[in-house]
């Protein structure tokens, strides 16, 4: 990942990274390893997580379609 610094604005160049950061999904993936994590409370996590994906993408469909 690549941040040019303009004018020697560099406050600006540090958000523009961790912009990019956020959408990228380091930071999430960071805080996930901070700690372990036992593998039946991560399969729950994550049949939360589609679940949403699925609900937020039914929702979408449906603004679109207009059904």
Known sequence: M????RDNDVAKALKELK???QQAGVFRV???K????KP??????ERRE???RERKRQ???VE???F
């Open 2 to 5: 690549q941040v040019i610094v």
């Open 19 to 21: 912009r990019k950061l």
């Open 30 to 32: 960071m805080k996930a």
């Open 34 to 37: 901070a700690f372990y994590e």
């Open 40 to 45: 039946s409370t991560r399969k729950a996590r």
């Open 50 to 52: 589609a679940m949403s």
């Open 59 to 61: 929702r979408k469909q």
């Open 64 to 66: 679109r379609d207009g």
